[in-house]
Each structure stands twice: as structure tokens, then as C-alpha cells.
């Protein structure tokens, strides 16, 4: 079956979708297990959005040392270019076509044309994107100097060039933050972080940040409104009650030249909507099984797609589960199990991956909570599996290991996360 | 007496401390659960030091600037000054991750990114 007979045609056991840690680890670890293997991604580097966090703070599990992002990317990015692993930049995947469960096709375009690859199977590892201003509500002029941090960040840590000097910053979660303390290190002038929620969104570490000069947050404020003319010249911010509702009268401006979006980062899914993968409303990213494989078979996903990862190192273990699945799909045809455990959320757990486990083998829940806690315990009620925790919150996403044999004869866990 | 609060970074745990200073001597150390998260805390409010980072701009790379940290972290008062020392500085490709590119003050000025 050729349905593209105009367009050049490749051949891999797997395509890896996105050069970011996730796919870079995918790959890596598809050539150790001796799987033909191609990855894509559509900048001009590997490294996703690693290049352009130059802060340390990655790596102290993969690694076991503390690096910055562009260390942490070329260390991977040494490793699968020693390997041999085939790989593209400046290819943008359009399209992911399945025709059955080993024939799947991915069509992209590159400087030197456009490509179809056929492929027994797909790691999707493209990243998240991040929420602009019109979705958190944001209204007023349509002004330059409206960034999210993302790209605030490229601009300063790729292109050096400062995207503004009097800065105020929307969301306090660990991007934010590290934001800030770039503006402030560069000469800008930060005059305030809007926190919607009543607590800092991002790493104790990070907060610290804030304090080091002199940044003012505001907890259950947000921005409303942002005026100018040709550039933002002030923004409007009102506090929220309890209930995240605006309290009338509470309004003041602040004058700026630039407004930053922090309000957090959404699995980057679409492609994999158009066939017919299931999604999952509380992570934004698909349903996986324990090999992260989607609800179409062959289909694997990792990193920031599947669900929003804090650490890179939980980013780059994941990547190298989906190749080890893609390995075992390829292999036998299909990822087997007899029974599939479901996997459900309880008590301030606010969402969950994977979803499903086939008991066959030790497993890693990633989870995050609904509010910050202390002193609580997290419990598998199911297999009578508890964990002692002295703090939980939001921002930082827990981890825990289930072992083959301990959930082997159970149809369904919950995880929940109550006092102690 | 100046009392300072923050949250210990020092590991996950996040113990809420308090530091006590007079006279810049420091009078009590309350809130953390262990002697790592106390000796963190009386450097924070005596000699508080962060590893810096930064771009400098680099001529002739695949990109328009390196990135850079310190070899060990800088005494927090002295990082404005390093800010503009920094500021000063230009890269000619090629350089390699990893690369001594400056020296400031006895503190290595360390490329994160090669060019
Ligand atoms: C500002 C910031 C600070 C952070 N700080 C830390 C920290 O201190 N410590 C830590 O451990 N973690 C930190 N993280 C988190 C960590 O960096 C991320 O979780 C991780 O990089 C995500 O990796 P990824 O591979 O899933 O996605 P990405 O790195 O986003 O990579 C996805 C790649 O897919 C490519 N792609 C997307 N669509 C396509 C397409 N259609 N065709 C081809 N390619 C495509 C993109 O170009 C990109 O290169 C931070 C993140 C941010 C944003």
C-alpha cells in the first residue's frame, strides 16, 4: 500500500516524533534494544526546550549531578549521536497516518522536501504548549509586548535579546520564577508576579528567587486587562476571594512595557486527537497503558505529551519506557496482557499516568495532588501499599513504584493521598 | 533583633525556618529538622551565594550566544558587579561545552553550550 506515490518514502522500525529529552531518550535507548529507528524534530537543534533553560537544576536523578538544561541536552545528544542513531532537525511532522497496527505512516516536511515514513511504530514526544493570554481571560488592547515565558525565554537565552525592562510576570509556578530571576540578572525591572491561587505555584527553590530581589507577588490577584498604544503601557489587576472570583473594588494598574504568561503548560496532543487517541481531561495528554502506549496500538508517548513533568529525569525515564514498549509491540505484534488494571484517582489526587497496568512488571505512577498538604500518607488501599509523605503540593509531582508481584491479583487500584 | 523566615531548599522536606539575628550575629535558628537545613540557613542570612548564569553573544556559532554559569556559586551582593563584568564579554566561535571561556574575581566563568 503506497496511497502518497509522489512523496519519498523511508523505512524505520520506529519513528521518534520531537528531540526534546523524551524523544532523545526514546531513541537512544530503540537503538541499545537493536530497533531501526528515525527521530524528528522541527528546530534547527536537538535539545527541545532544554537549550534554552540555562539554570541549574536538571539531572540530579538521571545523572547524578546538578546541570543546567543545554548540559543535560548535550549529554543525551552526545550519547545518541556515539550510537548512531538517525535523526533530522528543521523536520516538521504534518501528519501521523494508521493504516494497521504495524503499518503506520508519518509525513514531514525538511529542507530538502517532504518525506513519508513508514514505521511499525510511533514515540510521540512532542512536548507542551504554553497557555496565552486570551486563554486565562486576559482582555484589553492588542498590543505588542505580550510574551509567554517561553518564548520571552528564547528571545533572552537563545537570541539574546531582552524582550523588555519593566516586567510584570502572570503565574508564579516554577517557569515564572526562573523568568523572573533572568529579567532581574539582565537589567530589567520586575515589578510584580501575579499568582492566581493562594500559594506560590512552583519549587521551594525557586520561590527563594523572589526574595532575592526584591520581587513583589501577589497571591489571589490576577491580571485582567492589559492597555496601551502600539505596547503594553499598563495592566490591570484584581484579587480573588477564595472561590477565584474577583472581589469588586479591589482593582489597581500597574505600568509596564511587558506582560509574561506563566499560566502553565498543556501536553501538546493534536496530531495524535486527528487519529482517534483517547484523552485524558485531567493530564491533557493521552490514556497510556504501562508501556505508555496510547489507545491506538504502536502509538507510545513520553515527556511533557503524556502528562506535564516537573523533572526532566522523570521526562527521560519515561522515553526510554515507550522504547522499551515499542520494542515488546514490535517484537510480539502487541503489547499482552490478560487483564488490564485500572488505575483511579482517589482523595486529592487530581491526576494520574499511566492508567492502565498489565501486572507484568514493576511500575512508576506519576501523580500530582489538588491541594498542598502536611504530614500525609499516600495509600494504595487496594494492595495495602502506603507511603509517608511530610508535605504535598501542586507543583511538585510525586512518583511511586509499584512492584509486579504486589499488584499481580488486584483489578483495580486507587491512589489517594490522605493525613496520616 | 531581625528575625528572617524562608523555606529550606535543602531538600524536599521544605521545613519553614526562622533565623534570628542581632547585631549581625545570629541569635537562634528555629523550624529545621535537621543540622544541613541549620548550617543552609545561617549561611543564607550571613553569606548567602547562588551559581550564576547568563548568555554571552558569540560570533561565527550555529547560534547568536553561549550560555554560562559559574564554576561555583558567588557571594549574592557581588553578582550585580559580575552581571556587568559579564556584560562586557564577546565569544568568537567555536566554543565547546564545558570551556573556561573567563575569569572573574578567582571564579570560573564556565560555557554550558557549545558554538
Ligand atoms: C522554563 C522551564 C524551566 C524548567 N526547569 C527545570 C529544572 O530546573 N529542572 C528540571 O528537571 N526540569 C525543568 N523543566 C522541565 C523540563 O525541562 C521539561 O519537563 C522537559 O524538557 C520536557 O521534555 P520533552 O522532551 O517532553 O519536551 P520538549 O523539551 O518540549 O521537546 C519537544 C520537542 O518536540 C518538537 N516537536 C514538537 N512538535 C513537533 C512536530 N510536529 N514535528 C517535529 N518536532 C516537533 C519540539 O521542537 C521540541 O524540540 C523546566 C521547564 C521549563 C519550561
Redesign the interface.
Known sequence: MEPFPQIPMLSYDVVVIGGGPAGMAAAVRAKELGLNVLLLDEN??LGGIL?QC???GFGLHYYKEEL?G??FA?RLARKLVELGVEYKTAARVLEIKNYSDLEKVVIFTSPSGVYQVWAKAIIYAAGARERHAFEIGITGDRVAGIYTAGEAQML?????VLPGKEIVIVGSGDVGLIMARRFA???AKVKAVIELMPYPGG???N??IL??FDIPLYLSHKVVEVRGKGRVERVKVVKVDENLNEIPGSEFWIEADTLIISAGLVPSVKKLKKIGVEIDPATGGPVVNDRLETSVPGIFVAGNSLLINDLVDYVAEQGELAAEGAKEFIEKGGIESKKWIKVEKGENVRLLAPHYLSGEGDVYLYLRVSKPMEDVELRVPEIGKKMRL??VKPA?MLRIKLKAEEIKNTEKLTVEVVKA | MTTYR????VC???CSIEVEVENGKVKDVKGCRCPRGKEWAVQEVTN?K??????L?VEGG????V?V?TAEPVP?EK?PEL?KFLANLKLKAPVK?GETVAEWEGIKIVA???A
Do not use: N, Q, W
Not at chain 2, 550555529?62 to 550566544?65: D, E, R, S, W
Open positions: 534547527d537543534y537549550p540555562i539554570h541549574p543546567t543545554p548540559e548535550s533572552m537565552d537563545i537570541y539574546g540578572l539582565e537589567g519549587l521551594a527553590r520561590v527563594m526574595r532575592d511530610p508535605v511538585e | 524562608f523555606t529550606c531548599i524536599p522536606l521544605g548567602p547562588r551559581v550564576v548564569m547568563s548568555v553573544p550555529a547560534l547568536p550566544t550560555s554559569k549574592k553578582i552581571m561545552a554550558t553550550r557549545g
